[in-house]
């Protein structure tokens, strides 16, 4: 079993910041690649940026385009995800993931656990 619990979210004007934390626990950490998604009123699940065991393969939503950016801190059982440049668009419910496997993925149907989400609104 892997515990997964978000925090960091809020409201933020357009062109701010928010650094979205996942605290991890259960199996080691650093045996798992982990995810972030996101989740809009209306609209389904979207792969916002994933960061394989070690955080040398990483990989991005196409519609973060240099804006996010994800790092791990294995020795803290942590995941973080740096926002900058936030849009109205960006707003949504944002949550943790991780995958049991190795490599980072994109598919949500590719991770076992899952956070229960933090709210980030983005006001224009």
């Known amino acids: 079993q892997v515990q997964l619990v978000e925090s960091g979210g809020g409201l933020v004007q357009a062109g701010g910041s928010l650094r979205l934390s996942c605290a991890a626990s259960?199996?080691?950490?650093?045996?798992?690649?982990m995810g972030w998604f996101r989740q809009a009123p209306g609209k389904e699940r979207e792969f916002v940026a994933a960061?394989?065991?070690?955080?040398?393969?990483?990989d991005y939503g196409d519609f973060v385009k240099g804006r996010f950016s994800i790092s791990r801190d294995n020795t803290k059982n942590m995941l973080y995800l740096q926002m900058n440049s936030l849009k109205p668009e960006d707003t949504a419910v944002y949550y943790c993931?991780?995958?049991?496997?190795?490599?980072?993925?994109?598919?949500?149907?590719?991770?076992?656990?899952w956070g229960q989400g933090t709210q980030v609104t983005v006001s224009s």
């Open positions: 993931a991780a995958n049991l496997a190795r490599f980072a993925s994109r598919r949500p149907d590719e991770y076992n656990y």
């Open positions: 259960g199996r080691t950490f650093s045996n798992y690649a």
């Open positions: 960061s394989a065991w070690n955080n040398f393969e990483t």
